[in-house]
Protein backbone atom coordinates (compact mmCIF):
# COMPACT_ATOMS: atom_id res chain seq x y z
CA UNK A 1 0.00 0.00 0.00
CA UNK A 2 1.29 3.63 -0.63
CA UNK A 3 -0.09 6.65 -0.44
CA UNK A 4 -3.77 7.26 -0.62
CA UNK A 5 -4.32 3.59 0.59
CA UNK A 6 -4.01 2.42 -3.01
CA UNK A 7 -0.96 0.40 -4.74
CA UNK A 8 0.44 1.31 -8.28
CA UNK A 9 -1.03 -1.93 -9.62
CA UNK A 10 -4.23 -1.44 -8.95
CA UNK A 11 -3.91 2.43 -10.26
CA UNK A 12 -2.36 0.74 -13.57
CA UNK A 13 -5.10 -1.62 -13.65
CA UNK A 14 -8.06 0.70 -12.97
CA UNK A 15 -6.47 3.58 -15.40
CA UNK A 16 -6.17 1.06 -18.16
CA UNK A 17 -9.66 -0.29 -17.46
CA UNK A 18 -11.20 3.83 -17.42
CA UNK A 19 -9.02 4.31 -20.69
CA UNK A 20 -10.07 1.32 -22.59
CA UNK A 21 -14.27 2.05 -21.79
CA UNK A 22 -13.08 5.93 -22.64
CA UNK A 23 -11.83 4.92 -26.05
CA UNK A 24 -15.01 2.19 -26.37
CA UNK A 25 -17.23 5.02 -26.06
CA UNK A 26 -15.49 7.57 -28.21
CA UNK A 27 -15.40 4.50 -30.79
CA UNK A 28 -18.78 4.15 -30.60
CA UNK A 29 -20.06 7.70 -30.29
CA UNK A 30 -17.75 8.01 -33.68
CA UNK A 31 -19.51 5.20 -34.91
CA UNK A 32 -23.31 6.95 -34.56
CA UNK A 33 -25.67 8.59 -37.08
CA UNK A 34 -24.24 12.53 -37.37
CA UNK A 35 -27.51 13.61 -39.29
CA UNK A 36 -25.52 15.59 -41.26
CA UNK A 37 -28.17 15.40 -44.45
CA UNK A 38 -30.61 17.00 -42.01
CA UNK A 39 -28.65 19.83 -41.34
CA UNK A 40 -27.21 19.05 -37.88
CA UNK A 41 -24.14 20.65 -37.24
CA UNK A 42 -20.75 19.14 -34.73
CA UNK A 43 -22.48 20.54 -31.55
CA UNK A 44 -25.77 19.20 -32.11
CA UNK A 45 -25.34 15.70 -33.29
CA UNK A 46 -26.14 12.79 -30.93
CA UNK A 47 -22.38 11.18 -30.08
CA UNK A 48 -20.78 14.35 -29.21
CA UNK A 49 -21.76 15.10 -25.69
CA UNK A 50 -20.61 10.99 -25.40
CA UNK A 51 -17.64 11.33 -27.12
CA UNK A 52 -16.71 14.29 -25.41
CA UNK A 53 -17.35 11.99 -21.87
CA UNK A 54 -15.25 9.49 -23.44
CA UNK A 55 -12.54 11.41 -24.39
CA UNK A 56 -12.14 12.86 -20.66
CA UNK A 57 -12.49 9.45 -19.46
CA UNK A 58 -9.25 7.87 -21.92
CA UNK A 59 -7.43 10.67 -21.05
CA UNK A 60 -8.22 10.12 -16.90
CA UNK A 61 -7.80 6.81 -17.13
CA UNK A 62 -4.32 7.25 -19.04
CA UNK A 63 -2.96 9.58 -16.57
CA UNK A 64 -3.90 7.21 -14.18
CA UNK A 65 -1.89 4.05 -15.70
CA UNK A 66 1.17 6.98 -16.22
CA UNK A 67 0.83 8.34 -12.57
CA UNK A 68 1.04 4.45 -11.31
CA UNK A 69 3.58 3.88 -13.65
CA UNK A 70 5.21 6.48 -11.96
CA UNK A 71 4.99 5.65 -8.66
CA UNK A 72 5.41 2.05 -9.36
CA UNK A 73 9.40 2.77 -10.42
CA UNK A 74 9.86 4.50 -7.04
CA UNK A 75 8.33 1.99 -4.50
CA UNK A 76 11.12 0.16 -2.82
CA UNK A 77 11.06 -2.64 -1.20
CA UNK A 78 8.27 -5.81 -1.49
CA UNK A 79 5.07 -4.65 -3.66
CA UNK A 80 1.88 -4.31 -2.60
CA UNK A 81 0.22 -7.48 -2.95
CA UNK A 82 -3.63 -6.23 -2.43
CA UNK A 83 -6.48 -8.12 -4.97
CA UNK A 84 -7.71 -6.13 -7.59
CA UNK A 85 -11.39 -7.00 -6.59
CA UNK A 86 -11.52 -6.05 -2.65
CA UNK A 87 -14.42 -5.23 -0.06
CA UNK A 88 -14.64 -1.53 -1.41
CA UNK A 89 -15.21 -2.65 -5.11
CA UNK A 90 -17.85 -4.85 -4.19
CA UNK A 91 -19.65 -2.47 -1.71
CA UNK A 92 -19.70 0.25 -4.84
CA UNK A 93 -20.71 -2.15 -7.37
CA UNK A 94 -23.70 -3.35 -5.34
CA UNK A 95 -24.32 0.40 -4.33
CA UNK A 96 -24.28 1.48 -8.18
CA UNK A 97 -27.03 -1.50 -8.90
CA UNK A 98 -29.17 -0.78 -6.16
CA UNK A 99 -29.51 2.72 -7.51
CA UNK A 100 -29.62 1.80 -11.50
CA UNK A 101 -31.81 -1.28 -10.74
CA UNK A 102 -33.49 -0.75 -7.64
CA UNK A 103 -34.48 3.13 -7.27
CA UNK A 104 -34.40 4.55 -10.68
CA UNK A 105 -37.40 4.04 -11.96
CA UNK A 106 -39.40 3.47 -9.03
CA UNK A 107 -38.79 6.59 -6.59
CA UNK A 108 -38.11 10.14 -8.38
CA UNK A 109 -35.33 11.04 -10.59
CA UNK A 110 -33.94 13.59 -7.73
CA UNK A 111 -34.41 11.22 -4.29
CA UNK A 112 -32.62 8.27 -5.86
CA UNK A 113 -29.84 10.45 -6.69
CA UNK A 114 -29.89 12.03 -3.43
CA UNK A 115 -29.92 9.07 -1.39
CA UNK A 116 -27.44 6.94 -3.75
CA UNK A 117 -24.66 9.78 -3.49
CA UNK A 118 -25.76 10.48 -0.06
CA UNK A 119 -24.66 6.55 1.13
CA UNK A 120 -21.99 6.51 -1.02
CA UNK A 121 -20.20 9.28 0.19
CA UNK A 122 -21.02 8.34 3.96
CA UNK A 123 -19.73 4.93 3.13
CA UNK A 124 -16.54 5.89 1.76
CA UNK A 125 -15.43 8.46 3.59
CA UNK A 126 -12.29 8.28 5.77
CA UNK A 127 -12.69 6.59 8.93
CA UNK A 128 -11.03 9.09 10.75
CA UNK A 129 -14.40 11.62 9.94
CA UNK A 130 -16.63 12.20 12.88
CA UNK A 131 -19.87 10.64 12.50
CA UNK A 132 -21.58 14.26 12.76
CA UNK A 133 -19.17 15.32 9.91
CA UNK A 134 -19.88 12.38 7.79
CA UNK A 135 -23.23 12.68 7.65
CA UNK A 136 -23.23 16.61 7.63
CA UNK A 137 -20.76 16.23 4.41
CA UNK A 138 -23.10 12.91 2.80
CA UNK A 139 -26.20 14.78 3.20
CA UNK A 140 -24.93 17.59 1.63
CA UNK A 141 -23.72 16.08 -1.33
CA UNK A 142 -26.50 13.87 -1.84
CA UNK A 143 -28.72 17.26 -1.91
CA UNK A 144 -26.21 19.37 -3.97
CA UNK A 145 -25.52 16.64 -6.56
CA UNK A 146 -29.06 15.64 -7.27
CA UNK A 147 -29.76 19.54 -7.37
CA UNK A 148 -27.41 20.03 -9.74
CA UNK A 149 -28.00 16.80 -12.15
CA UNK A 150 -31.59 16.98 -12.04
CA UNK A 151 -31.33 21.04 -12.88
CA UNK A 152 -28.61 20.38 -15.81
CA UNK A 153 -30.36 17.64 -17.25
CA UNK A 154 -33.92 18.68 -17.59
CA UNK A 155 -33.51 23.02 -17.66
CA UNK A 156 -30.05 22.60 -19.95
CA UNK A 157 -30.00 19.46 -22.13
CA UNK A 158 -34.04 19.02 -21.90
CA UNK A 159 -33.99 15.61 -20.69
CA UNK A 160 -37.07 14.50 -18.67
CA UNK A 161 -35.84 12.50 -16.04
CA UNK A 162 -37.59 9.13 -14.78
Do not use: C, K
Amino acid sequence: MTEGGTSARSDLWGGAGWAGFGLLIVVLAWRMERFESMGAELYTMPGFVPGMLGGVLLLLGTVLMLRSWHRSRQQTGTPATEPLFNRRIGLMLALSLAYAAGLIGRVPFWLATAVYVAVFVALFAPPEQSAVRRLTVSLLAGVLTSAIVTFVFQQIFLVRLP
